[in-house]
């Protein structure tokens, strides 16, 4: 399987009409406005997707939603599922649509199996898998972390992909680097983090707050790909205060908000049990604009 590209992938949002159904005109606007910035591909059904709160014909519909509208963006969709044959339909729908990897959570429910029994799962899902398996480190959703010696049975298979690491642990920069075979993707899940993974050999990020920041965090990995280690750190440094504050905001339901006011949205609506956020969007919406300036 082909290497991912180093680069930005935005956890995109999934869009919804006021009646809960996906919204193909607002996902058009969305994909456009992530290839204009300039990012690699898109996951789809992540976190920030509201993966968990979808049925799989739904991310099945999703992606077959986005193929003709994603341009020149790869497409990854999210299995956050602890069934081991819904994850292997889902990646066997998600190839049909194009998508070049699946993005995939352990087993969640199943805390107490142990290393060798999670290894095992993603093992026996690699090898059903058309396509190449990232695995997914987000320990504070999943309660099963995805340990170095989870990652040491796993990348020995042909289509392991890579990792996305969400637990914001600085400590998982040098261990994930050293641990995950060279010309496989490292992929940072939170953003504050991302200068300092680049610096450590990782090749971009997974990027929820990239619903909101796609084209700053885009230019983040440019400059530490051409060499200009300063621009990183500065633009870093410019962005920290707006990445705290989108990451302690109720997600997806901030970007939602702030996507529905740029125009990008046509509603902020998000499945139960999450509930639309109005004021902590106002608050992040103020911010970006007093630091960065309006992203439209």
């Not at 869009?15 to 996951?43: I, M, Q, W, Y």
């Not at 990027?207 to 060499?227: K, T, W, Y």
């Amino acid at each position: 399987p082909a290497m991912l590209e180093p680069g930005i992938y935005p956890a995109s949002v999934t869009p919804l009409d006021s009646s809960g159904r996906l919204d193909a005109e607002s996902l058009a606007r969305l994909l456009a406005g992530f290839e204009a910035a300039g990012c690699k591909g898109v996951v789809l059904a992540g976190t920030n997707g509201e993966g968990p709160s979808l049925s799989a014909p739904e991310k099945r519909d999703l992606v077959a939603l986005a193929k003709p509208l994603a341009g020149s963006l790869e497409l990854i969709l999210g299995s956050a599922t602890p069934s081991l044959s819904e994850a292997v339909w889902l990646a066997k729908q998600a190839v049909k649509e194009g998508c070049i990897a699946v993005l995939v959570m352990p087993p969640a429910y199943w805390r107490s199996v142990g290393e060798e029994a999670i290894a095992a799962w993603f093992m026996a899902l690699m090898d059903a898998s058309p396509l190449p398996v990232i695995a997914y480190n987000h320990p504070a959703m999943t309660g099963i972390p995805v340990t170095r010696a989870i990652v040491q049975a796993i990348s020995t298979h042909e289509r392991f992909a890579g990792i996305k690491d969400s637990s914001g642990f600085p400590e998982n920069l040098p261990m994930y680097r050293e641990v995950v075979p060279e010309g496989k993707a490292i992929l940072v899940g939170d953003e504050t983090l991302l200068a300092e993974a680049l610096r450590h050999g990782w090749t971009g990020s997974i990027s929820g707050a990239a619903n909101v920041l796609a084209p700053h965090l885009v230019q983040i990995v440019r400059d530490h790909l051409a060499g200009d280690g300063e621009s990183v750190e500065e633009r870093q440094a410019l962005i920290q205060p707006l990445l705290e504050a989108i990451r302690s905001s109720p997600q997806p339901a901030t970007h939602k908000g702030v996507l529905q006011s740029w125009g990008r949205l046509s509603s902020d609506t998000v499945r139960l049990p999450l509930k639309t956020e109005p004021t902590a969007a106002r608050r992040v919406l103020e911010l970006i604009e007093a630091t960065v300036g309006a992203i439209r």
